[in-house]
């Protein structure tokens, strides 16, 4: 009877496993280790690298190298950007009816995206044998790799809420990935630009390139008698790049896809019932924090993107480095790269909107300085080395706070879930968009400035324009996008509070499971 009696009293803890009775206190405990930061951050340059070579270097390869026109190739810019920004709420909107399955919700579709995804940007780097349609041959496959590339990314970005539920931690591997998207920056600016590099494009001199009347029927003439053997190899060369980065796409794929386990209850009380797409939009654009982060940083991401799409241009014609643009590239990549762990530690000292200011301001002074010097090229080395500084701050700073507003809308909203899609979708979105009109535009003023595709110079309106598309109009998104981050509501303070209010909502929620948990084992 005693021992009966003994084993009545111990199986309400005796019956139940270890991982019933105290789920969430060992949970709250564990850490992410370096190795799983490290195969999250890997995921993310596949993105980094495509975009680095698409953004740095598809404008002057549709000028100079598939010989487009101007206006054609602001056509492809356009519609390429804005289809990749649309793609994204679409991509959101079916992750967020996606159904659970072994592999997690979200890496499914960064598994099964990835081979159609490197096809087509190898494409992208191919000139057609064919004398009409080449415009619709880059339009089309670029139109498509954005929308594979979308569907790598959208969920990749939304995993941040699904690694850890630990503010610091996400932080951490936002720090890790960020340090890794950047030096896919480099890997994909060095690739590119060493193995393009290393052939000489050919120009055509012409005293015509001075002068507008009949240049495009000059171009013409001398376009058909110039030997297009460099030429061919140049094509070569942007192949065998775009090789050699898909096969790096497909490795992090693989490295992300084994290396991290997507944690479904690492986000906060996961309802099993699909989510209302509309609702739950409504309820992401009325989020005020929301709105004015991503309206301060929709300025400030355009500045940058701006200056990426013409700085090849820039320093080619410009500046007159036709031979080490490449180079140049190089040292702001390396440079973002080697700074984004002191951004890191400034964040966590001075606060996020304190590293926003001085992060994006610090560009300023050098964006003016490369505009108005005369072209030397140890103060344009110096000034990219700069630049990069800024450029890390821009990499690192939106998706470090983005988890932070997702944070706040949980407290505001705690009964509605699996929304996190939307929030970085739609992010992506509005800056993708306003990238592609910006580039469109871009393009199309250097048309109506009297650029000449193939031509060793450009007349003093072009070069004036792009002055103007990598040191003004940078300059002005600038300060127009610190100006808005006045109004964005969530400092270090609140930040603060926003932590422990969860901390406490975990909390109450785990402690009515543990009461549940010990009334069933108890009936039991």
Request: overall charge neutral.
């Amino acid at each position: 009877m005693a021992g009966g009696g003994g084993a009545e009293r111990a199986r309400p803890g005796g019956l139940l496993p270890p991982a019933c009775r105290q789920p969430r206190r060992r949970e709250n405990r564990e850490r992410l280790s370096v190795c799983s930061k490290l195969c999250y951050a890997v995921g993310g340059a596949p993105y980094q690298i495509t975009g680095c070579a698409l953004g740095f270097f598809l404008q002057i390869y549709l000028l100079d190298v598939a010989q487009l026109d101007p206006f054609y190739a602001s056509i492809i810019l356009f519609v390429g950007r804005a289809w990749d920004a649309i793609t994204d709420p679409m991509v959101g909107f079916f992750i967020s009816k996606t159904s659970w399955t072994r592999f997690g919700r979200l890496m499914p579709w960064i598994i099964f995206s990835t081979p159609f995804a490197v096809i087509s940007y190898f494409l992208i780097w191919f000139v057609p044998d064919i004398s009409r349609g080449q415009v619709m041959w880059y339009l089309v496959f670029y139109c498509i790799f954005q929308t594979l590339v979308t569907c790598f990314h959208v969920p990749y970005s939304a995993l941040t809420m699904f690694i850890s539920r630990e503010q610091s931690e996400r932080d951490s591997a936002t720090a890790y990935r960020m340090t890794v998207e950047v030096l896919g920056t480099v890997l994909g600016t060095a690739i590119q630009g060493q193995i393009v590099g290393k052939v000489v494009t050919p120009c055509i001199e012409s005293p015509l390139f001075i002068g507008k009347t009949n240049s495009s029927v000059a171009m013409e003439e001398l376009n058909m008698t110039h030997d297009t053997g460099s030429l061919t190899d140049t094509r070569n060369a942007y192949m065998i790049a775009a090789g050699v980065i898909g096969g790096l796409y497909i490795l992090c794929a693989v490295i992300l896809s084994v290396g991290v386990r997507e944690k479904r209850e690492s986000s906060e009380l996961q309802s099993d019932e699909p989510v209302s797409f509309l609702q739950g939009l409504k309820l992401v654009m009325n989020h005020g924090a929301y709105i004015k982060l991503i309206a301060g940083f929709l300025f400030t991401s355009l500045a940058f993107m701006l200056l990426e799409g013409n700085f090849a241009l820039f320093c080619t014609y410009t500046l007159g480095f036709r031979n080490e643009f490449q180079n140049i590239l190089l040292a702001i990549m390396l440079s973002a790269t080697l700074t984004i762990p002191l951004w890191q530690w400034f964040l966590t000292r001075f606060g996020k909107k304190t590293a926003v200011y001085v992060g994006m301001s610090s560009a300023i002074p050098f964006l003016i300085m490369v505009a108005v010097l005369d072209s030397n090229l140890i103060i344009t080395y110096i000034v990219a080395v700069a630049a990069g500084i800024s450029v890390a701050a821009a990499f690192l700073l939106p998706w470090s706070m983005l988890p932070d507003v997702i944070d706040d809308f949980k407290l505001q909203h705690p009964n509605s879930h699996g929304h996190e899609a939307i929030f970085f979708s739609f992010y992506v979105f509005f800056t993708k968009f306003t990238s592609g009109v910006s580039l469109g535009i871009s393009t199309l003023s250097l048309d109506f400035a009297g650029y000449q595709t193939r031509g060793c110079s450009q007349p003093s309106e072009v070069n004036f324009t792009l002055k103007m598309l990598v040191s003004a109009v940078p300059v002005g998104l600038i300060l127009l996008g610190l100006l808005l981050f006045k109004l964005y509501p969530i400092d270090e303070e609140k930040r603060r509070k926003n932590k422990k209010a969860l901390q406490d909502l975990r909390e109450e929620s785990n402690s009515s499971s543990e009461s549940d948990n010990t009334e069933l084992a108890s009936i039991v």
